[in-house]
């Protein structure tokens, strides 16, 4: 359990010479102090406490707010993040919680009914937020009542009420449609590497060679990838479907070897891809394109110890976007600049992020090679999830109609 989820202890209540235990604010009075019935029950109590994530079995007087706690708790232990996996399990939990703890945190959980949920639903989809995202809080908000029937919490009816809520549909919600991730283009990523650090740039040019997702890039690791075949093999320590008993494989070959190769002498397990040394490299080059000598101030000047944010040993999947959004800003900065000497029109550079790398892969292999091989590549365990990543081919389907129609 989280380091927040103290124990409550086992006290000798002076007056009564009873046992007490207090949980949630409240006294539990256990029975004549130091015998063995008291702290049997005191272990009864504490298990139950620890199941239910810091809430007992015991009220029907629980609030709202109580059992988001509760069950905050509960995720955060649940959801254990690995070095390659991601939290979006806890954020999309501390989503749901945020309007529900505000509108309702004081309500009685077991008076929490449908005409709330939809409330809360209304609100999320007049928040901006998109309709799949509202529909999955809402989700979140369903699972978190039936884990608290799980434990005893609220009556079963409760959830079974909050479920015969269905989620918004296209079109008939103010929530907003989102926009499905498309493949980016080749010319837009070769356009935005020159604007990116070293490092970050060969993150791009692998994961677009491999259809890696984002995260398995961050965490490569020298021990990680098997060179003996000319083919590399890298395994992940950590991966997206590992809680399935699924393994990763990711295949190497010899654009992929060209682009890794610099980064596996260091230690075996250093991560590869690492912003400190990203850094370093900006700043070598940039000590080479010094127009003017250092003076001698700047000579003797050190790196600061105490940084607000020093650089990490690895990329995560956010800093990751981030540098690719810093690199298309800088990008479109100066095309604008040099378009505005020359009095042309600048050509602006669409906004990208690190999956579309992934689905332009898919899309190649599976133009190329089929969708089986595209399901294999990106480690998908159906060829229905493939289709969502690998764009159909609609090129095929004009020459067919060329021909026949």
Known sequence: MPNSLRVPSYRRHKPTGQAVVTINGKDIYLGKWDTKASKTEYRRLIGEWLAGGGCLPTSSDLSVAELCLGFLRYAQAYYRVSPGGSRGAIWRVRSAIRPLRATYGHTAATAFGPLALQAVQRQLAESGNSRSYVNRLVQTIKQMFKWTVTQELVPVTVYQALATVPGLRKGRSPAREPQPIRPVADAVVDA????????????????????????????????????????????????????????????????????????????????????????????????????????????????????????????????????????????NRKAAAQSAKAGVDAVVLPNWHPNQLRHSAATEIRKRFGLEAAQVALGHATANVTQVYAERDMSLAAEVMRKIG
């Open 192 to 331: 935005t590497l020159p604007h990116l650090p070293i490092v970050a740039a060969d993150m791009v040019r692998l994961q677009r060679l491999t259809g890696a997702r984002p995260a398995e890039v961050c965490i490569i690791r020298p021990c990680d990838v098997d060179t003996s075949d000319p083919v590399w093999s890298y395994r992940p320590e950590s991966h997206k479907t590992e809680h399935h008993g699924r393994e990763r494989i990711i295949f190497l070959g010899p654009k992929a070897q060209d682009v890794l190769r610099p980064y596996l002498l260091r230690e075996k397990t250093a991560y590869c891809f690492a912003p400190a040394e990203s850094e370093r490299k900006r700043n070598a080059l940039r000590r080479e394109g010094r127009q003017t000598p250092l003076t001698p101030s700047q000579a003797r000047r050190r790196p600061k110890r105490n940084r607000r944010r020093a650089p990490g040993d690895r990329y995560t999947t956010p800093s990751y976007r981030r540098a690719i959004t810093r690199a298309v800003t800088v990008a």
